[in-house]
């Protein structure tokens, strides 16, 4: 094997003799050059493979084939919730990263004469005095609860139309952890706005945590830094609210739903 | 491949020079069968897995419906786009008339008369106020075996385990409701049971006697299950008789 060049693997050349518009030159001249460092090609026959089979290489369906009844399907709406979910999951992202820009995670006091925090006092401002900001944190709210809903009632569908059976059942599994995500998506973010009620749920998440069997003390310290409620408490829940679940929920749901694409819905017989 | 007019370079001895495969090379799929250990039994069972793949095709009588599906674009992304917006629109109609409420600033020495949590998470909280139900055994004098609150954190990790195990404790090929009634009966158990627990977690908000509540609490789920068990039931004669008309028959279970 030789190491020049052969002319079938001229691209260059292949590419002049071919009567291309500016649009096609300019992208093959981008995907050669890609190509060439990163083999794209390969994961390229990847994706179409996937592509095909999932979209262009369906067997008939078993309500095709054995004419099944197909007043099963009025149900099918209800096939809509886990993408419902997924959508409001991209909603609250959005919302919450522009509501980020406003936040400050500080238990510090805001102003000398009222008990407010600071972090209470971002959001006062951000309902207040910023353009949008009441309707921004309206929508992460609203978001939210609609994701949790809608998680909850996807759950439903699954269980009650047999879809987790073999070979679903990691998919199942993957879903309880991604419920239980989404609830403490939920909960971390009610402390983050430090008024009373997030307070004392805080303080009732200590109470738990600290009456696990065995691990309560380290979980509360891992989790509230400390058996009361303080700074380090609040800093560790915005953390925990911007930065580790969103990568892992968002890493979770992206495998549970490549899953769904690999196995395909569940379809009734 | 021309060997002939690569006889004259250079062979480098370094071990940097790349060497032409020869007949003796082994391709890949001789490398991997030469393997041992557990890389060899990859190998093999891939291989089963493949063959059984091919013979399934080979003797399905589906159809391949090769470009009968409908197309990504635009049918497919225009529909999704449709539904992402009416979501979505819903989504914002919600948060522009029903704005949430920020209530008073935290106060760590004035605990309020009503904690509450968001309201999916009732369920939980609910399961940690089964006290009355913690189990006091006279040996240990009515001393009960753990503290009230140790229990309900337990009583949350049975309820998610139980349903983490839910296919593995439930298996076969029924899909639907009436085809296994007992299972729909569970789930129905579990929906209503986790409303009423969420409302007994409420119960100062509940105009309602709290025992009162507290026994309806594990009353209504069990009545409920079995009216769902004994519908189903009724309806599955004559279910059951098209599925395995249409189905079963053409399609025998495992
Ligand atoms: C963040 C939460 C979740 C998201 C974003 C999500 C997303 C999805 C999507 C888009 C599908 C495709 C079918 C459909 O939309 O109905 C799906 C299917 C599925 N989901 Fe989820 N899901 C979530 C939570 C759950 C939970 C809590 C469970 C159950 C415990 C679950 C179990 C399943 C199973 C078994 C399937 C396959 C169903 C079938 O093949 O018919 N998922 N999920």
């Known amino acids: ?269 | 491949m021309a060997p002939s007019d690569e006889t004259d370079e250079e062979v480098r001895a370094d071990g940097t020079g790349i060497v032409p495969p020869d007949d003796e090379t082994p391709t890949w799929g001789e490398r991997k069968a030469r393997s041992q250990g557990l890389s060899r039994l990859t190998y093999e069972y891939f291989e089963r897995s493949r063959r059984e793949d091919q013979d399934l095709r080979m003797e399905s009588s589906y159809v391949e419906r090769d470009v009968l599906g409908f197309p990504t674009w635009p049918h497919e992304m225009i529909r999704n786009l449709a539904i992402t917006s009416f979501f979505v629109g819903m989504m914002i109609f919600l948060a522009a008339t029903l704005p949430p409420h920020i209530g008073a600033p935290a106060n760590p020495s004035q605990t309020p008369a009503v904690i509450l949590p968001d309201w999916y998470l009732y369920w939980s909280f609910g399961l940690l106020k089964l006290g009355p139900l913690n189990p006091d055994l006279a040996i240990l004098g009515g001393q009960k075996l753990m503290a009230d609150r140790t229990y309900g954190v337990l009583a949350n990790l049975v309820v998610v385990g139980f349903i983490a195990i839910v296919p593995f404790l439930n298996k076969g090929s029924a899909r639907r409701p009436v085809e296994q009634p007992f299972w729909a009966a569970v789930g129905v158990f579990g929906v209503v049971f986790s409303i009423t627990i969420a409302a007994l977690s409420v119960k100062n908000l509940v105009p309602m006697d709290p025992h009162l509540l507290f026994d309806l609490t594990f009353l209504l789920p069990p009545v409920a299950g079995f009216i769902a068990y004994a519908v189903l039931r009724t309806m599955r004669e004559g279910y059951m008789f098209e599925l395995n008309r249409r189905y079963y028959r053409l399609r025998p279970p495992k």
Not at chain 1, 222 to 235: D, E, K, V, Y
Request: without cysteine.
């Open chain 1, 1 to 269: 094997m030789s190491l020049e060049r052969k002319d079938d693997h001229d691209h260059g050349g292949w590419m002049k003799s071919r009567e291309l518009s500016p649009v096609e030159r300019g992208y093959l001249t981008v995907l050669i050059w890609l190509d060439k460092r990163l083999r794209l090609v390969d994961y390229l026959e990847i994706l179409e493979d996937l592509y095909y089979k999932a979209n262009l290489q369906m067997p008939k369906s078993h309500t095709e084939q054995y004419n099944l009844d197909n007043k099963f399907w009025y149900w099918y709406p209800l096939y809509a919730l886990g993408s419902f979910s997924t959508i409001a999951y991209v909603v609250a992202a959005i919302s919450g990263a522009l509501l980020g820009f406003y936040y400050s995670p500080s238990t510090a006091a805001a102003g000398a004469e009222g008990s407010a925090t600071v972090a209470y006092a971002s959001i006062d401002f951000i309902m207040t005095e910023l353009n949008f900001g009441f309707l921004l944190r309206s929508l992460h709210r609203w978001s939210a609860q609609v994701m949790v809903a809608a998680v909850f009632l996807h759950m439903l569908r699954v269980y009650f139309t047999g879809a987790y059976k073999e070979p679903r059942e990691l998919n199942w599994i993957l879903g309880i952890v991604l419920i239980s995500l989404t609830m403490v998506f939920g909960y971390s973010g009610y402390i983050l706005t430090w008024d009373q009620l997030a307070f004392w749920a805080g303080q009732i998440g200590v109470e738990m945590s600290l009456s696990i069997p065995l691990a309560g003390e380290w979980v509360a310290q891992l989790l509230f830094g400390g058996f009361s409620l303080s700074q380090s408490t609040l800093q560790r829940f915005y953390i925990l609210h911007v930065f580790f679940l969103p990568f892992i929920t968002t890493t979770l749901i992206a495998i549970h739903i490549g899953i769904v694409w690999m196995q395909g819905i569940a379809e009734p017989h």
